[in-house]
C-alpha cells in the first residue's frame, strides 16, 4: 500500500501499530474495532476503515487513477491481478507472524521446522510466479508489461520478507531483475520498512 501511495504522489496520515509490542498492538480492542481481522494494513477513507492490501489499492486506482496501477488491457489487467494473488493469497498468509506463532506456540513446532515451514511455502509460490513471468517475457523489467503494477506492490514486500527468513532468492532470477527495476524508483524506496519513521 506503502508502494502504491508513493507511486501515485498521494500522502497519507501514518498510524503505527506495532505487532510484537505487548502482544501484539494488532489484537487491541482499539484496533478490533478498527479492522476485526487484527491486521495491518488500513486505511481509513471517507469515514470508513478498509483493510486488504489489494482492496486499498484498487480502490486508490479508482479514484485517482492518474498514475494507473493496473493497465488499460483486460487480459494484462488479470495477469497482474493473477501475480499479485499468488503472492498475497497463496505466499504470504502462510509466513504471516500469527501463523507463524500459532505453529509455535499451539502446535509445538521448533525453530528449525518453523523456517523449514516458512521456506518450502515461500520458495514453492516463488518458484511459480517465476515460472508464471517467465513464460510472459525475457528482458522482463516488471511484473507485467513496461511499468508497475499491483503485482509488483506484492512481490517486492515479499522478496523483502523472503530475505527476512533467509531464503535463498538465488534461482529467482526474473524476480530479482524486477526487484532491482523496482528499487531503482524512488517510490519502492522510500516505502521500503527501513525507511519508515517507527523501524526499529
Ligand atoms: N491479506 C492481507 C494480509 C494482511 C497481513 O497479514 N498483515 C500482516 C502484516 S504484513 C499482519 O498484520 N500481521 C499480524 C499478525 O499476523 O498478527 C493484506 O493483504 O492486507
Known amino acids: 500500500v506503502r508502494i502504491a501511495l508513493n ?10 501499530v506495532h505487532l510484537g509490542r505487548n502482544g501484539g498492538e494488532q489484537f487491541s480492542a482499539a484496533f478490533k474495532d478498527v479492522n476485526p481481522q487484527s491486521l495491518v494494513p488500513v486505511l481509513e477513507t471517507e469515514g470508513k476503515a478498509l483493510s486488504q492490501s489489494l482492496a486499498i489499492i484498487e480502490y486508490l486506482d479508482e479514484i485517482h487513477p492518474e498514475y494507473p496501477l493496473l493497465p ?7 495477469r497482474c491481478r493473477q501475480i499479485a494473488l499468488a503472492i498475497a493469497c497463496e505466499i504470504h498468509p502462510l509466513n504471516n507472524l500469527r501463523v507463524l506463532n500459532y505453529l509455535v506456540d499451539e502446535l509445538g513446532v521448533d525453530e528449525v521446522r518453523k523456517q523449514l515451514w516458512v ?19 525475457s528482458g522482463v523489467r516488471f511484473c507485467v508489461g ?7 506492490c506484492c512481490l517486492i514486500p515479499q522478496l523483502f520478507n523472503a530475505r527476512r527468513f533467509d531464503v535463498d532468492l538465488a534461482p ?3 524476480l530479482r531483475e524486477i526487484e532491482r ?3 531503482s524508483l524512488d517510490a519502492f524506496q522510500r516505502a521500503a520498512p527501513s525507511r519508515q519513521p517507527d523501524a526499529a
Open 119 to 137: 521456506r518450502h511455502w515461500m520458495e514453492s509460490g516463488l518458484q511459480a510466479v517465476e515460472e508464471l513471468i517467465e513464460a510472459e517475457a
Open 7 to 16: 507511486l501515485k504522489g498521494l500522502e497519507a496520515e501514518q498510524v503505527f
Open 181 to 183: 527495476h523496482c528499487m
Open 72 to 78: 488499460q488491457q483486460s487480459s494484462e489487467r488479470a
Open 146 to 152: 513496461d511499468r508497475p503494477s499491483i503485482a509488483d
Open 172 to 174: 529467482f532470477s526474473k
